[in-house]
């Protein structure tokens, strides 16, 4: 079952020297319990497409076109009681940076007892405490630091906080844009491992965005590779790390020394992503591209698709 759908997604920026179409012609879907990564270079429309989702994009972004369904419910079409029910109780999102998303004046138990009785009315401050005290076992951190404040944590533990207060409600499906990024790599592998184990418990849906590679191979079933606001290639994971199709894909594998390929050395790509505001005729990634053909300078390329594996590419047609 789809537990969220994405059809055609198009979201604008405009700006004083023109539109920025930071995503555009998108389509994806989610299946209850996986983990889609979605990766792609800076500026590709990472956070854009995961704002949407939320409907939270920033003015003056908006969905300029295409659709995006949550349990087959539009929610470009949702009143704001219904989108204050989605966030955070239906799809929560964590960020990067713990300490921006914590208020340094709030102890732990706060931030927790506030997203509770935000959402559930009546709720005594002993019982979200109590609620809050179990999160705080799962996540291995000791009860008692609830009422210490977000700056008395280190980083690792800020960002397990904000996961617990994400999870609190017992959402379905969580947005993870980089969460590990502020980490080191040893707090990193921690992280990742209760995130799977949170992931398990609380029979979640996690689209994992990061620029970190090696993260989402470890993670995800289900890969996305953006590059400048559109879908290059998308599939399982382990169809995509070790036989990536999309030349896109296939350089920025090229460009990580970890992870191990089944193929020769492949030339990594020059150049920087497109500007989206002038993004260039035919096929986005065209002025970067080692295997660049005639028709990929003039005509947009149209996916293909192969055993659950969708390429955008003139290579494959
Ligand atoms: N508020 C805004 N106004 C104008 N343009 C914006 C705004 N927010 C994002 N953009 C543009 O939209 C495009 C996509 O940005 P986005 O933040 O989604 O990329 P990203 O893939 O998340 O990058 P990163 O890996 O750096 O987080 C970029 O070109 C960015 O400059
Ligand atoms: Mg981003």
Avoid at 2 to 31: C, K, Y
Avoid at 123 to 146: D, H, Q, T
Wanted: aromatic share 4%; with cysteine.
């Amino acid at each position: 079952m789809n537990i969220l759908e994405i059809e055609h997604l198009d979201v604008h920026f405009p700006i004083h020297i023109g539109t920025v179409r930071a995503v555009e012609d998108v389509s994806l879907s989610l299946q209850h319990g996986e983990v889609m990564g979605l990766v792609g270079e800076s500026g590709c429309g990472k956070s854009t497409l995961g704002f949407s989702i939320l409907k939270l994009l920033r003015s003056p972004g908006h969905i300029a076109g295409g659709a995006i369904h949550y349990h087959g419910r539009d929610i470009a079409s949702m009143k704001q009681r219904e989108l204050l029910n989605l966030r955070g109780k239906k799809i929560s999102m964590i960020f990067q940076d713990p300490l921006t998303s914590l208020n340094p004046l709030f102890r732990v138990e706060d931030h927790f007892v506030e997203t509770i009785q935000t959402h559930e009315k009546g709720i005594s401050r002993k019982k979200a405490r109590a609620r809050a005290e179990e999160m705080l076992v799962n996540l291995g951190i000791s009860p008692e630091r609830l009422s210490e404040y977000p700056h008395q944590m280190s980083g690792g533990m800020r960002q397990r906080i904000m996961i617990g207060i994400s999870l609190i409600l017992n959402p379905d499906l969580l947005i993870a844009d980089e969460p590990t990024t502020s980490l080191d790599v040893i707090v990193e592998a921690q992280f990742l491992d209760l995130l799977n184990e949170l992931r398990r418990k609380y029979n979640l849906t996690i689209l994992l965005i990061s620029h970190n590679l090696g993260i989402v191979a470890q993670m995800a079933d289900r890969v996305t590779v953006m590059y400048g606001g559109r879908i290059a290639e998308s599939g399982p994971a382990e169809t995509v790390f070790t036989n990536p199709a999309h030349p896109y894909t296939q350089g920025l594998l090229a460009s990580i020394p970890n992870i191990q390929l089944d193929q020769p050395e492949i030339q990594t790509m020059p150049g920087a992503p497109p500007d989206l505001v002038n993004p260039p005729p035919g096929c986005v990634l065209h002025p970067r591209c080692p295997q660049v053909m005639e028709k990929c300078k003039r005509e947009r390329p149209v996916f293909t698709e192969n055993n659950g594996r969708r390429v955008s590419c003139w290579l494959y047609t």
